[in-house]
């Protein structure tokens, strides 16, 4: 039996009257981005929310006037909270057979975190770092970069199920940017590739709608998995691929957990 | 739709911020930075202002100038009281400036702006570190004096500064303040962070002299863990400087004016009577803690009166000697040359004085050769 959907709820006969309300409030989300209109699907039909979530969301939004940064805050509350983490990483835990997991990210985001976190205090020093990280092994890495964490908030991670590698088999760098959902910019610059493994102690989990939009940087491409889903899947770019790679969010880990020495895509 | 969020939208589209005006500008960056309108990218832990510069790289020269004054309104209009209690945002926007201004025609007006903020912020908060970053960030030469200052509490993150700040200068200044300060685990934190961009910038040839002058002011546990680090980035000290390094070091404590008093007292007491090792322990003591004209002009005393006292005895002189010749070797490149030059003399002219009629004239004929096969080499 599944979970009831936001649209189920708010479509249903008795919550008519705050209905038109709150659909024209979220409505409003749609024209705040280019892809508004996606984070407005995908929250109707998340499936992993429980009816009384639903209830406290639809609540909390039919007590706003419906402007768009109220609304944005009622949604990104109800999905983080503010200051501990509420609804994030909280999908069903993720069936896959995996033990390798990998994620690409820009050589300047992964620097600017560096930053952010403290590890540094100017960019020179974390990008002279990171080069540094690229050209040692594993085994040579001081005990300070294997604090540096891979991501922020939350990781999203690809995997492929019993293949060591974790990323998809492509020709290209292009093609495998592209089944990971990748669009590159000449803004983006380049991209660095992590390889690890998970401890025991890190679930990953089925990416949910409070997964992808309760922060300040909404993922474009992201798409709720279906209920029961084993896996989330990403929603590639381009035409050459029809389908995505595999996805999956847990917590942050650091690069003492690498599988690989990091590898910087061309 | 509120004229707001239709800026916003704007801006994430180059096309659309190419008409914006610098109001609408730093509305739509504030309301990315403080995510009321969410920015996009492919990786949700992408920070705001990573998702800002990347669109600010594809605008063209009138919205780069609209956009510059736009920070320059943000950073102009912050309130005191944001700065303790909504500070996130401002944590964004000088990440933001100090990626997308350092070219900029902006930089002068964004660094009085800055030293302002820091001004008005509490000195050990974050957000006065990162002010202090986005100085640095922009190549703020503020003089070495003001950045050894504001290193107040040992902290690594605030070392970090200091340093980088001290490198907008010379690499010498940089080791020179870190051989004079309470060393502790924070300044190695602070220096191994930094070491990959000075290999980078300045090369191993550069950082060896300058970390091993640094290796033989500190303690051994500091010594050891700072020489794991140099040979973790492949740096391999010389053994001789390692080992010949006999001075023992007292524990270091955090200067304190009593201590520093204390040792101005020996100096201004001290004599080459004693054990010349003791005197180098004194001496490496009070350049740290002093300064190195304390040191000097105690050196130059003792000299002085071992030249005009004709019953100063010999042994006293030859410590003399040793100890001015071994402090020259030591500290010379702190000292400049002519303070070099000056000590070396006294401690060449009261050498000479002791030394036997054959000895001396010895030298003289080796000097006279010296100089006339360098008068040769250069003539080549």
């Known amino acids: 039996m599944t979970e009831p959907s936001l649209f189920h709820l708010v479509l249903s006969a008795g919550l008519e009257p705050r209905s038109a309300r709150i659909r024209g409030a979220l409505f409003q989300v749609t024209l705040a981005s280019p892809v508004g209109d996606r984070m407005y699907h995908n929250l109707l039909l998340e499936p992993h929310r429980s009816a009384s979530d639903w209830n406290e969301l639809i609540t909390k939004l039919s007590e706003i006037s419906g402007d768009i940064i109220e609304t944005l805050k009622v949604v990104r509350d109800f999905c983080g909270g503010n200051p501990a983490p509420k609804r994030i990483g909280t999908g069903p835990q993720a069936k896959i057979s995996s033990t390798v997991f990998g994620r690409v990210i820009p050589f300047e985001s992964f620097c600017a975190i560096l930053l952010k976190e403290?590890?540094?205090?100017?960019?020179?020093?974390?990008?002279?770092?990171?080069?540094?990280?690229?050209?040692?092994?594993?085994?040579?890495?001081?005990?300070?970069?294997?604090?540096?964490?891979?991501?922020?908030?939350?990781?999203?991670?690809?995997?492929?199920?019993n293949e060591p590698d974790p990323f998809p088999e492509t020709t290209t760098g292009g093609d495998l940017l592209s089944a990971l959902g990748i669009e590159r910019t000449s803004a983006s610059g380049t991209i660095l590739a992590f390889r690890y493994t998970l401890p025991t102690s890190i679930v990953p989990r089925v990416p949910t709608f409070c997964d992808a939009y309760a922060g300040p940087v909404w993922n474009p491409y992201f798409r709720v998995p279906p209920f029961g889903a084993e896996h989330g899947r990403v929603r590639p770019v381009g035409l050459h691929e029809r389908r995505g790679a595999g996805e999956v969010v847990h917590e942050v880990i650091t690069a003492s957990l690498l599988a690989a020495p990091l590898e910087e895509l061309p | 739709v509120t004229p707001n969020v239709t800026a916003a939208s704007q801006f994430v589209d180059p096309r659309h911020a190419e008409t914006m005006t610098v109001a609408e500008m730093a509305t739509s960056v504030r309301q990315i930075l403080s995510g009321d309108v969410p920015a996009l990218s492919r990786y949700p832990d992408d920070l705001p202002h990573v998702c800002v510069e990347r669109v600010y790289r594809v605008f063209g020269a009138p919205a780069r100038a609209v956009f510059h004054d736009a920070l320059l309104l943000l950073l102009q209009r912050i309130e005191p009281l944001e700065l303790t209690q909504d500070s996130d945002w401002i944590d964004e926007l000088l990440l933001l400036i100090s990626a997308t201004l350092p070219e900029s025609a902006a930089k002068e007006r964004a660094i009085s702006l800055l030293m302002h903020l820091y001004s008005l912020t509490d000195r050990t908060s974050l957000l006065a570190m990162r002010a202090l970053a986005s100085l640095i960030a922009l190549r703020y030469r503020a003089p070495p004096d003001y950045w050894k200052s504001i290193y107040n509490v040992p902290n690594e993150r605030l070392a970090q500064i200091v340093i980088r700040g001290l490198a907008l200068w010379s690499l010498d200044e940089v080791f020179a303040w870190l051989s004079e300060i309470y060393w502790a685990d924070e300044s190695l934190a602070a220096l191994r962070a930094t070491m990959p961009l000075f290999l980078q910038d300045f090369g191993p040839e550069a950082l060896q002299p300058r970390l091993e002058f640094l290796l033989k002011r500190i303690a051994a546990e500091q010594r050891r863990k700072l020489t794991t680090l140099c040979e973790a980035i492949g740096l391999v000290m010389s053994s001789k400087e390692l080992t010949t390094t006999t001075t023992?070091?007292?524990?270091?404590?955090?200067?304190?004016?009593?201590?520093?008093?204390?040792?101005?007292?020996?100096?201004?007491?001290?004599?080459?009577?004693?054990?010349?090792?003791?005197?180098?322990?004194?001496?490496?003591?009070?350049?740290?803690?002093?300064?190195?004209?304390?040191?000097?002009?105690?050196?130059e005393r003792e000299a002085t009166r071992a030249l005009t006292e004709s019953d100063y005895p010999k042994e006293y002189i030859k410590h003399l000697v040793s100890v001015t010749f071994w402090y020259v070797d030591e500290y010379g490149s702190l000292l400049g040359a002519d303070t070099s030059l000056r000590l070396a003399s006294l401690a060449l002219a009261n050498e000479n004085a002791v030394l036997a009629p054959q000895e001396r004239m010895r030298r003289i004929v080796d000097s006279v050769e010296e100089a006339a096969n360098y008068d040769d080499e250069e003539r080549r």
């Open chain 1, 118 to 161: 403290g590890y540094h205090v100017e960019m020179a020093q974390a990008r002279a770092t990171v080069r540094a990280m690229l050209r040692r092994a594993l085994d040579r890495f001081p005990e300070d970069w294997k604090r540096y964490p891979l991501g922020m908030y939350l990781m999203w991670s690809t995997f492929r199920p």
């Open chain 2, 248 to 299: 023992k070091l007292p524990r270091r404590v955090r200067v304190t004016r009593e201590r520093a008093e204390s040792l101005r007292l020996q100096l201004d007491s001290w004599t080459a009577t004693g054990d010349p090792s003791q005197t180098r322990q004194l001496l490496v003591e009070a350049q740290s803690v002093l300064d190195s004209s304390a040191c000097v002009a105690a050196l």
